[in-house]
């Protein structure tokens, strides 16, 4: 006999039509998974009665993987089959990975995406992640006694689209069918009821296990938007073991320590750094492979001095979504605590004291995000009445634009726009008798294409040829609710199109994004005045184009003089249009035009001569 | 003529109204659809209705529509853990047939 579940009034399934959904939070240290039974939102425990699956996952040389606390356990002994923290790798490259040079793995620099050799081969970060989501969804339909409907999967908010491309395909791998990808620290919110809380803004400091996100949200009418996102990608509560763990190794006398000393010190640190938060003080005592004893004491006050500087680079990032949002400390409302790393009590004590009160931390920092997604889940997948439902605004991290002549950037959708969302702009052509263009899609916050980073080209072919100008362009710029971009461009008046999805190379760091932003805001001024540059050389070169143009067809025209004064107007405007002084290429436009005014007045009286030939005057239209 | 609920369900549907913040009660009902002819309803009641049949038991409304009745009459509502699975189960007196699953019956 199948086991009911309570439904809401109204919506009893029909048998073997149930909509089992769940929440997946796919964590660097771990991952859980949730789902709403009889009302209510719970993590799912495995068969030892356990949330949390560690992600970890061991290759075995006879075919087998283990996957959680049991991989965990072979850590120490099999380091560089036992692949732990995988997300770090999810869509980045080797250069873009921290800390490689302390990590026992066999890496394989791969185009785009890292890859890891082990006993079983080479494996993707997207094979290994698939391993720990399918043993959640066994997790799952064991729990639920059925196959799962769809998943709802949380990603930091920082993910760029390679990265979220990458989680979604580890997904479809593990057979799961992904409703959406949800910001962890929107998950956050919707497990904290503040749809329910009094309007205003909250906001939610993250720290999990390998990434920072910090969100601004603004409640208003039971709907929240996320106005503002940063975030740092490669710094979490892994950060805090490695400092314990270099402290250890100074502390203890010991360099260069075996990949499988390295695992079990990293471990030790990881360990006494969660009694920390309980305990003053915590002894470390371990004998090494290497024959070195360690017999520490740290206490909590050296470790609040050591991790220091970490807990005051998450404030950075809290500031800049403030200063994003327009908004100061006082204006938030309320502060919710997520991720395992904020029960550090100096983590507490530092963002309660960056926005003078009392941060949330009453639900379990380490389930949080899978609540909220299993929540979410539920609504996806149509379990609960539609006039219920919320809507849930998530925003892209970084602006998206297109590249324009001169190699400048030309944003579509600016960054922070809510999600999903479709902005169109109308763009011509530069040269007469054009009949193709290139499309060059870029996302950051600099002015110039060079210093933002490249998504995807494209070509539009089959435009009409027609003047330099006259051609209408219309690109659309289409982020769903994922976070993924397609592209299009349509010449209006034929109807000609082109297109492309925006599945980005593997491998384009997050941190980048990270510096991306800062940059932008760092260079802004430097930014300005290229793009004044970059703008009087494009309309330079443009006048310069038409008027050889003009002089090959109408050079009669002029006399010898004149054309000499021309030649040498149009000689003075490209010396100043190839060097770097925005002011002498304004001055020689302006001389160049009054030079031209009168060949472009004979050129006018001649064109309309040519155009009345032949005409009677009452042949005409006026 | 009596549908109850077990001191496990009663102990669980009271757990879950409390967490769901709302409700008078749990709803209870047949309905024809399903493989074997007939397929319960199991839901939170948030109002009764004019024509329901209410029960009490272990202090929990229990309602019914009142054409449901006749097929769950005697019925116990029982709450049962399989495995990592755990739901409720309707021992009904009046069942003659089930489906495989058991997720629809026969009167």
Same mark, same amino acid.
């Given at each position: 006999?199948?086991? /009911?579940?309570?439904?809401?009034?109204?919506?009893?399934?029909?048998?073997?039509?149930?909509?089992?959904?769940? @929440?997946?939070?796919? @964590?660097?240290? #771990?991952?859980?998974?949730?789902? &709403? %039974? #009889?009302?209510?939102?719970?993590?799912?425990?495995?068969?030892d009665g356990k949330?949390?699956?560690?992600?970890?996952?061991?290759?075995?040389p006879d075919g087998q993987i283990v996957v959680g606390r049991k991989a965990q356990a072979t850590q120490a002994t099999d380091p560089r089959n036992t692949i732990v923290s995988v997300k770090r790798f999810m869509g980045r490259g080797l250069k873009d990975v921290a800390h490689v040079e302390t990590m026992p793995y066999d890496f394989v620099d791969a185009v785009g995406m890292v890859r890891l050799r082990t006993v079983q081969g080479v494996k993707s970060p997207v094979e290994v992640s698939a391993e720990i989501l399918k043993d959640l969804r066994l997790r799952a339909e064991r729990s639920l006694g059925g196959e799962l409907t769809g998943a709802v999967i949380t990603v930091p908010a920082y993910f760029d689209d390679a990265q979220r491309q990458a989680t979604k395909d580890a997904a479809r791998v593990a057979g799961l069918n992904v409703l959406r990808l949800l910001n962890e620290p929107t998950a956050a919110a919707i497990a904290y009821g503040l749809e329910n809380a009094s309007e205003g803004v909250y906001a939610v400091y993250d720290l999990g296990g390998g990434t920072f996100d910090i969100s601004v949200l603004r409640l208003a009418r039971g709907i929240f938007e996320v106005v503002a996102t940063s975030g740092d990608a490669a710094l979490g509560g892994d950060d805090f073991d490695h400092r314990l763990f270099c402290w250890i190794l100074d502390n203890a006398g010991i360099s260069l320590p075996s990949d499988r000393d390295s695992r079990r010190l990293l471990m030790k640190a990881r360990e006494v750094k969660e009694h920390l938060s309980f305990d003053d003080s915590v002894p470390i005592r371990l004998s090494l492979?290497?024959?070195?004893?360690?017999?520490?004491?740290?206490?909590?006050? &050296?470790?609040?001095?050591?991790?220091?500087?970490?807990?005051?680079?998450?404030?950075?990032?809290?500031?800049? !979504?403030?200063?994003?949002?327009? /908004?100061?400390?006082?204006?938030?409302?309320?502060?919710?605590?997520?991720? @395992?790393?904020?029960?550090?009590?100096? &983590?507490?004590?530092?963002?309660?004291e960056f926005f003078g009160q009392t941060p949330l931390t009453n639900l379990d920092p380490d389930t949080v995000v899978a609540i909220g997604a299993a929540m979410q889940a539920n609504v996806l997948a149509g379990n609960r009445a539609a006039d219920e439902e919320w809507l849930l605004l998530d925003v892209i991290p970084l602006s998206l634009g297109i590249e324009t002549m001169g190699g400048l950037a030309e944003?579509?959708?600016?960054? #922070?726009?809510?999600?999903?969302?479709?902005?169109?702009?109308?763009?011509?052509?530069?040269?007469?008798?054009?009949?193709?263009m290139s499309f060059h899609v870029v996302q950051g916050e600099r002015e110039l294409v060079a210093d933002c980073r490249s998504l995807a080209r494209f070509e539009l072919r089959g435009i009409p040829p027609m003047v330099a100008g006259a051609a209408r362009i219309r690109v659309t710029f289409q982020v769903d609710a994922d976070g993924l971009l397609s592209v299009s461009a349509r010449e209006l008046t034929t109807g000609v199109e082109a297109s492309i999805a925006v599945k980005p190379s593997y491998g384009l760091a997050d941190d980048e994004?990270?510096?991306? /932003?800062?940059?932008?805001?760092?260079?802004?001024?430097?930014?300005?005045? %290229?793009?004044? /540059?970059?703008?009087?050389?494009?309309? !330079?070169?443009?006048?310069?184009?038409?008027?050889?143009?003009a002089l090959v067809t109408d050079g009669n025209l002029l006399n010898d003089t004149e054309r000499a004064a021309l030649d040498s107007a149009l000689g003075a405007l490209r010396d100043a249009a190839a060097g770097n002084d925005v002011r002498a290429i304004k001055l020689q436009l302006e001389a160049f035009n009054r030079a031209s005014n009168e060949f472009a007045s004979r050129r006018m009286d001649k064109s309309i001569r040519s155009a009345l030939a032949g005409h009677k005057i009452d042949e005409l239209r006026i | 003529m009596a549908v109850t609920l077990s001191d496990k369900a009663a102990q669980h549907i009271g757990n879950f109204i409390a967490k769901r913040g709302k409700g008078v009660g749990i709803r209870l009902g047949v309905r024809t659809s399903g493989c074997s002819g007939m +397929?319960?309803?199991?839901?939170? +009641?948030?109002?009764?209705? +004019?024509d329901d049949v209410v029960f009490e038991s272990h202090g929990l409304k229990v309602l019914l529509d009142p054409k449901s009745l006749p097929y769950m009459d005697g019925t116990e509502l029982d709450f049962v853990r399989e495995g990592l699975n755990e739901g409720f189960k309707f021992n009904n007196p009046n069942v003659k047939g089930?489906?495989?699953?058991?997720?629809?019956?026969?009167v």
């Amino acid at each position: 006999m199948a086991l /009911l579940q309570i439904s809401e009034p109204g919506m009893s399934t029909a048998p073997h039509q149930h909509r089992l959904a769940v @929440g997946i939070d796919l @964590g660097t240290t #771990n991952s859980l998974v949730a789902t &709403v %039974r #009889n009302g209510v939102p719970q993590c799912l425990q495995d068969e030892d009665g356990k949330l949390l699956l560690p992600s970890v996952v061991h290759y075995l040389p006879d075919g087998q993987i283990v996957v959680g606390r049991k991989a965990q356990a072979t850590q120490a002994t099999d380091p560089r089959n036992t692949i732990v923290s995988v997300k770090r790798f999810m869509g980045r490259g080797l250069k873009d990975v921290a800390h490689v040079e302390t990590m026992p793995y066999d890496f394989v620099d791969a185009v785009g995406m890292v890859r890891l050799r082990t006993v079983q081969g080479v494996k993707s970060p997207v094979e290994v992640s698939a391993e720990i989501l399918k043993d959640l969804r066994l997790r799952a339909e064991r729990s639920l006694g059925g196959e799962l409907t769809g998943a709802v999967i949380t990603v930091p908010a920082y993910f760029d689209d390679a990265q979220r491309q990458a989680t979604k395909d580890a997904a479809r791998v593990a057979g799961l069918n992904v409703l959406r990808l949800l910001n962890e620290p929107t998950a956050a919110a919707i497990a904290y009821g503040l749809e329910n809380a009094s309007e205003g803004v909250y906001a939610v400091y993250d720290l999990g296990g390998g990434t920072f996100d910090i969100s601004v949200l603004r409640l208003a009418r039971g709907i929240f938007e996320v106005v503002a996102t940063s975030g740092d990608a490669a710094l979490g509560g892994d950060d805090f073991d490695h400092r314990l763990f270099c402290w250890i190794l100074d502390n203890a006398g010991i360099s260069l320590p075996s990949d499988r000393d390295s695992r079990r010190l990293l471990m030790k640190a990881r360990e006494v750094k969660e009694h920390l938060s309980f305990d003053d003080s915590v002894p470390i005592r371990l004998s090494l492979d290497s024959g070195d004893e360690v017999d520490l004491v740290v206490t909590r006050e &050296v470790f609040v001095e050591i991790t220091r500087p970490l807990v005051e680079k998450t404030l950075r990032p809290v500031k800049k !979504a403030l200063r994003d949002a327009g /908004l100061s400390p006082e204006d938030v409302k309320g502060v919710v605590m997520v991720g @395992g790393a904020t029960r550090m009590p100096h &983590v507490q004590k530092a963002v309660g004291e960056f926005f003078g009160q009392t941060p949330l931390t009453n639900l379990d920092p380490d389930t949080v995000v899978a609540i909220g997604a299993a929540m979410q889940a539920n609504v996806l997948a149509g379990n609960r009445a539609a006039d219920e439902e919320w809507l849930l605004l998530d925003v892209i991290p970084l602006s998206l634009g297109i590249e324009t002549m001169g190699g400048l950037a030309e944003k579509i959708i600016p960054r #922070n726009a809510t999600i999903p969302t479709a902005r169109a702009q109308d763009f011509t052509t530069f040269k007469d008798g054009q009949t193709a263009m290139s499309f060059h899609v870029v996302q950051g916050e600099r002015e110039l294409v060079a210093d933002c980073r490249s998504l995807a080209r494209f070509e539009l072919r089959g435009i009409p040829p027609m003047v330099a100008g006259a051609a209408r362009i219309r690109v659309t710029f289409q982020v769903d609710a994922d976070g993924l971009l397609s592209v299009s461009a349509r010449e209006l008046t034929t109807g000609v199109e082109a297109s492309i999805a925006v599945k980005p190379s593997y491998g384009l760091a997050d941190d980048e994004v990270a510096g991306m /932003l800062k940059s932008g805001f760092e260079h802004a001024q430097a930014d300005m005045e %290229r793009r004044g /540059l970059a703008e009087q050389q494009v309309e !330079a070169a443009r006048v310069i184009e038409a008027t050889e143009k003009a002089l090959v067809t109408d050079g009669n025209l002029l006399n010898d003089t004149e054309r000499a004064a021309l030649d040498s107007a149009l000689g003075a405007l490209r010396d100043a249009a190839a060097g770097n002084d925005v002011r002498a290429i304004k001055l020689q436009l302006e001389a160049f035009n009054r030079a031209s005014n009168e060949f472009a007045s004979r050129r006018m009286d001649k064109s309309i001569r040519s155009a009345l030939a032949g005409h009677k005057i009452d042949e005409l239209r006026i | 003529m009596a549908v109850t609920l077990s001191d496990k369900a009663a102990q669980h549907i009271g757990n879950f109204i409390a967490k769901r913040g709302k409700g008078v009660g749990i709803r209870l009902g047949v309905r024809t659809s399903g493989c074997s002819g007939m +397929a319960y309803k199991l839901e939170f +009641a948030d109002e009764v209705l +004019a024509d329901d049949v209410v029960f009490e038991s272990h202090g929990l409304k229990v309602l019914l529509d009142p054409k449901s009745l006749p097929y769950m009459d005697g019925t116990e509502l029982d709450f049962v853990r399989e495995g990592l699975n755990e739901g409720f189960k309707f021992n009904n007196p009046n069942v003659k047939g089930e489906c495989g699953c058991g997720e629809s019956f026969t009167v």
